[in-house]
Nanobody, 119 residues
Framework: QVQLVESGGGLVQAGGSLNLSCAAS????????MGWHRQAPGKQRELVAL???????NYADSVKGRFAISRDNVKTAVYLQMNSLKPEDTTVYYC?????????????WGQGTQVTVSS
């Protein structure tokens, strides 16, 4: 069973930065996308940033210009550099990897890492 292990969350003051990391427990090939999502209590999980197999990226409007997603295909890892953090960025962040594996699309999720931005 593939596991995604996240790290890098924590407490930071508004205007500060954090870098989230997510690594798979085994090397994955035929990756369709790698991304970061977040979910506040009582709200739906939302996409924060996505990097496709082609290398194209997409960002939620609320983080454009502040967050940057990157990947390491050799390590099957994805990163999220978060700058100019705001209190409203406070929530749990989850990484996700979508692959074409054994003839079907497989979605893998991390356990979540807490990001807290103080005002």
């Amino acid at each position: 069973q593939v596991q995604l292990v996240e790290s890098g969350g924590g407490l930071v003051q508004a205007g500060g930065s954090l870098n989230l990391s997510c690594a798979a427990s085994e090397n994955l090939v035929r990756i369709l996308s790698m991304g970061w999502h977040r979910q506040a209590p009582g709200k739906q999980r939302e996409l924060v940033a996505l990097i496709l197999g082609s290398g194209n990226t997409n960002y939620a409007d609320s983080v454009k210009g502040r967050f940057a997603i990157s990947r390491d295909n050799v390590k099957t890892a994805v990163y999220l550099q978060m700058n100019s953090l705001k209190p409203e960025d406070t929530t749990v962040y989850y990484c996700a990897i979508t692959t074409l594996r054994f003839g079907s699309i497989r979605n893998y999720w991390g356990q979540g890492t807490q990001v807290t931005v103080s005002s």
